[in-house]
């Protein structure tokens, strides 16, 4: 297994502080710099700190939109269906922005269906994927009539279809199988290879779409796979069709009817200023291009790619603090707020809103680390950064994806605020909750 790329690097040191980086190319990051400082659309962080506080979660609504339509231009040449990954960023309005847009929403649970129905997506345009489904869950889908349940075992298959005998509804199923590509990705989120927990082997495939094509009470309507996240080439989508196209061809001969080949998500971002933006027009090429003698629709299933980048982070210096070592900035978003670094040592460019000053300011080698008692409660490790003091607004960037949905009360940490952005408009879509909130919460029986 192999670990490209510069996103998966830890303890690397990066020898040129991203904030020149980020200052000659904001964009990427989803990201403008008028009078000197970053804002997100028109709407100046600085603003957004003093009016929500911090750390709080901000997502630029034309950032999701562009990558949506970028995508869907480049899929154009043949029929697909882009059903965005729900757990990517479940905020009701980016739900309700790309439910707009035409999107359709891939959910691992029923509730993120319940999510997605309430931002108003039809349940004919959600797939539920997931390797473990509960029976409430799979009668709540069939109940809703979802486009298709994407079975990921014989087991499931055959639960799937006791559930759907006892429903009047006719229940479309898709295999997910496991084509084995490796999609050269951190081992965390390669989900495609033989030793992952998902999907159908591919030698069990045709065996458990006969099963299908038989069973009563559901209908093979198509084999999907879903191989990995952040994946920066289009070869590894490529390879999944080719070892897909054998099965297809025998699922055919065996008397099946498909009629959407899901391919998954997985198209990478960029994360540091050095990261090759995904080249969705060649990658979309070639995708049409091998599927063009497929008679049946596309399904892809993006997440990351289409909010990861309309996101920051928005939070405080509390203080700095010298180590015998090394220097700390300790920020007031830690581990609970934003996972990814502490579970994947995953890189997070991490620059001041007042970005123009900082240019020309001291650099120095710090770790960003947040409050929590834990070792691993950082954002970054050995990282390259202007000198920051105390009350200084930092950013932490690509967080739109991942992020607020990961993230936890641990340490009796209310979880961040979310604001959404559209030009100059904003509104707090999530408000902070007090702590009192938290433990009115829970009750104590008499007797403790
Ligand atoms: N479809 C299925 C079946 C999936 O399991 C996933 C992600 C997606 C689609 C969307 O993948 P995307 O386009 O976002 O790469 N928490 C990790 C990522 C875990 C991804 C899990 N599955 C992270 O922070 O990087």
Request: hydrophobic share 40%; net charge negative; glycine share 10%.
């Amino acid at each position: 297994m192999t670990c490209t790329g510069t996103v998966w690097q830890p303890g690397l040191m990066n020898l040129r502080a991203d904030h020149h980086g980020v200052a000659a190319d904001p964009a990427r990051f989803g990201c403008r710099i008028v009078d000197g400082h970053l804002q997100i659309e028109d709407v100046d962080l600085r603003v957004l700190a003093k009016e929500v506080g911090t750390p709080t979660y901000v997502y630029g609504l034309a950032h999701i939109e562009a990558q949506y339509r970028g995508l869907a231009k480049a899929v154009g040449q043949r029929p697909t269906s882009i059903c965005y990954a729900v757990k990517a960023n479940s905020s009701q309005a980016v739900l309700k922005l790309l439910g707009g847009l035409g999107a359709g929403a891939d959910i691992v649970s029923v509730g993120e269906m319940h999510r997605a129905m309430a931002a108003g997506i039809e349940p004919a345009r959600i797939v539920f994927s997931g390797v473990g489904k509960r029976d409430d869950e799979i009668d709540a889908a069939i109940e809703a009539g979802v486009r298709s349940i994407n079975v990921e075992s014989e087991e499931e298959l055959e639960r799937v279809a006791a559930r759907a005998r006892r429903s009047t509804r006719p229940v479309n199923v898709s295999l997910r199988v496991n084509p084995d590509v490796d999609p050269a990705t951190h081992p965390y989120l390669a989900t495609g290879l033989r030793e992952s927990k998902f999907g159908i082997p591919m030698t069990l495939a045709r065996k458990v779409a006969k099963r299908a094509i038989d069973l009563e009470g559901v209908e093979l309507v198509g084999i999907a796979c879903h191989i990995g996240s952040q994946i920066t080439e289009a070869s590894p989508y490529l390879d999944s069709v080719a070892r897909l196209r054998g099965l297809l061809a025998e699922i055919a001969e065996d008397g099946g009817k498909l009629r959407q080949l899901d391919l998954g998500g997985g198209m990478s971002i960029p994360y540091a200023p050095e990261d090759a933006v995904f080249d969705v027009e060649s990658w979309g090429r070639a995708v049409v291009e091998v599927t063009k003698d497929l008679p049946m629709e596309l399904v892809l299933e993006p997440g990351r790619y289409l909010v990861g980048n309309a996101g920051v982070l928005l939070t405080r210096v509390i203080n700095t603090k010298r180590g015998e070592d090394k220097g700390f900035v300790i920020v007031d978003a830690a581990m609970n707020d934003l996972l990814r670094p502490a579970l994947y040592q995953a890189r997070h460019t991490i620059v001041p809103v007042a970005i123009e000053a900082a240019l020309s300011v001291e650099e120095e080698t710090v770790d960003l680390v947040g409050p929590v008692c834990e070792c691993g409660d950082f954002l970054a490790e050995n990282r390259r950064s202007p000198r920051l003091s105390t009350d200084d607004l930092v950013a932490v960037l690509s967080a739109g994806a991942y992020g607020m949905t990961m993230a936890s009360t641990y340490n009796t940490r209310a979880l961040p605020a979310e604001v959404v952005v559209r030009g100059d408009q904003w509104s707090v879509t999530r408000p902070r909750r007090p702590i009192a909130e938290l433990i009115a919460e829970e009750s104590v029986p008499g007797w403790v």
